[in-house]
């Protein structure tokens, strides 16, 4: 079945410095790949996807990037904010989603 | 529009009592996930459903698990009896076009078993 691998489990950042989570997934049959960001207390909300097809996708300060051959995928945010401080989880689709282990990302003022 | 609805946002129950989590998806959306977190074992899938009928519940983690959706705009999660185990959130989930489309969650029940 689909295993998906995500690192770093922390990370840490200055306002306005990037941030770049990655994450890696073995079944070549997976098409779909969504990130989530959840904040304490709540379900994961979906901040941005990529599909099979595509190799980046941008939406304002997010990005995301798939390289096929080489089965990984990453989240890009820029110019972060505190506001970013969150839970974030890449997933592949099974169909169904696996989640990778997350990734604490906090953003310092 | 309404999001996904859980219900209750807190349980907590003894070892051993019966347990009923309940969802109501986003209307016009046709299939229906459930997921427990917890920090061990992170975001996993237990079932999902199409059109009100179970697809995939391999994920369901013993018997004393069960989950119904018995329309389109109800499912519920019943674990009996309950296990400190369980302690965990589980989410609920739905999303329409197929299980390759964006998935809208719920907040979340967070369950605890004494």
């Known amino acids: 079945g689909e295993n998906v691998e995500q690192h770093p489990s922390t990370l840490s950042v200055q306002e306005g410095d990037s941030a770049v989570i990655k994450c890696t997934y073995s079944?070549?049959?997976?098409?779909?790949f969504p990130w989530y960001k959840q904040e304490l207390g709540k379900g994961p909300q979906l901040i941005i996807d990529?599909?099979?097809?595509?190799g980046e996708k941008k939406d304002q300060r997010i990005a995301v990037t798939l390289n096929k051959t080489a089965k990984h995928f990453s989240l890009h945010i820029t110019e972060t904010q505190p506001e970013d401080s969150a839970v974030y989880f890449c997933?592949?689709?099974?169909?169904?989603?696996?989640f990778g282990t997350g990734t604490r990302l906090k953003v310092l003022a | 529009d309404a999001g996904v609805i859980q219900s209750p946002r807190h349980e907590v129950t003894e070892m051993g009592q019966e347990v009923t989590l309940r969802c109501k998806p986003i209307?016009?959306?046709?299939?229906l996930f459930w997921y427990r977190q917890t920090m061990m074992r992170g975001l996993e899938l237990l079932i999902y459903?199409?059109?009100?009928?179970?697809?995939?519940d391999s994920g369901m983690p013993e018997d004393r698990f069960s989950a119904k959706m018995p329309n389109a705009s109800f499912s519920t999660l019943k674990i009996q009896p309950s296990e400190p185990r369980d302690s965990a959130v589980y989410f609920c989930?739905?999303?329409?076009?197929?299980?390759?489309?964006?998935?809208?969650f719920g907040d979340g029940t967070r369950l605890s078993i004494l």
């Open positions: 459903f199409n059109n009100n009928v179970p697809i995939d």
């Open positions: 209307s016009g959306h046709d299939y």
């Open positions: 997933a592949a689709s099974a169909p169904g989603y696996i």
């Open positions: 990529i599909r099979s097809n595509v």
């Open positions: 989930a739905s999303s329409t076009g197929g299980p390759y489309q964006p998935q809208h």
């Open positions: 079944d070549s049959a997976s098409n779909y």
